[in-house]
């Protein structure tokens, strides 16, 4: 199957500051690009929806403006959690597709820890 | 209201037994894609198993089989002789073309342990 390469897989980061996680399309062309939050034992939340070229929609209740997403590129797309708290401590993970009939294959994920 | 539902929190099943995962769905979107994962420790999504809202026949791959009853809006899992390594979280996941653009959305999961 397609690679989907998720970067970096675990990161801590002081409370405050901002940190970027990078999700790569490896062999296709990513037209469209899904982000992900986890909590432990909870189902995947479907933050937003990015499409190469355009602004990425939000679901309902994230916070545009502290979970900024590019998606500059058809083979990359990158989540950045600004201003980070303890609370967006989570599991993040990305998937990409190349078209909406194709399959989403996911990357594998980013733990990120807010100290 | 809940798209995806798994109503199962926690399976066990015996090493060699089968288990069977439920899942049901809710659309009105004529042409949908139900998905099954397999989500280790590690936190990797492992894709498992595919059915098409059109398909008329159950999807299997390997040990995994889907029992698919369009009727009763349910896409259960079978695993068939469990292994202790198929111990994990499971996934549900629905894909609708036209009413949500084709985000995938996913049940509250499944922890499977299998025992030796």
């Known amino acids: 199957g397609a690679v989907v390469s998720q970067h970096p897989s675990r990161v801590i980061c002081k409370s405050g500051t901002s940190v970027k996680i990078e999700c790569r399309s490896l062999?296709?062309?990513?037209?469209?690009m899904f982000w992900y939050r986890q909590f432990p034992k909870q189902s995947l939340m479907l933050m937003a929806t990015?499409?190469?070229?355009?602004?990425?929609?939000?679901e309902q209740g994230v916070e545009k403006d502290k979970f900024l997403i590019n998606h500059a590129s058809l083979t990359l797309s990158t989540l950045t959690v600004t201003s980070a708290h303890p609370e967006d401590s989570s599991f993040y993970i990305c998937s990409a597709r190349e078209s909406v009939n194709t399959e989403a294959f996911f990357g594998q994920g980013t733990r990120l820890t807010v100290v | 209201a809940q798209k995806i539902t798994q109503t199962q929190p926690g399976m066990f099943v015996q090493e060699k037994e089968a288990v069977t995962l439920d899942c049901t769905y809710d659309t009105s979107d004529p042409s949908y894609g139900l998905f099954w994962y397999k989500q280790p420790s590690s936190g990797e999504m492992i894709f498992l198993i595919y059915q098409g809202s059109y398909d008329q026949q159950n999807a299997t791959e390997g040990r995994y089989s889907l029992n698919f009853q369009k009727a009763r809006k349910s896409a259960n899992l079978v695993i068939s002789a469990s292994q202790l390594g198929d111990s994990a979280m499971y996934f549900c996941a629905m894909r609708e073309l036209y009413n949500q653009g084709g985000k995938l959305i996913f049940g509250q999961g499944t922890e499977l342990s299998v025992k030796p």
């Open positions: 062999d296709f062309q990513a037209t469209t």
């Open positions: 990015s499409n190469e070229g355009s602004k990425a929609t939000y």
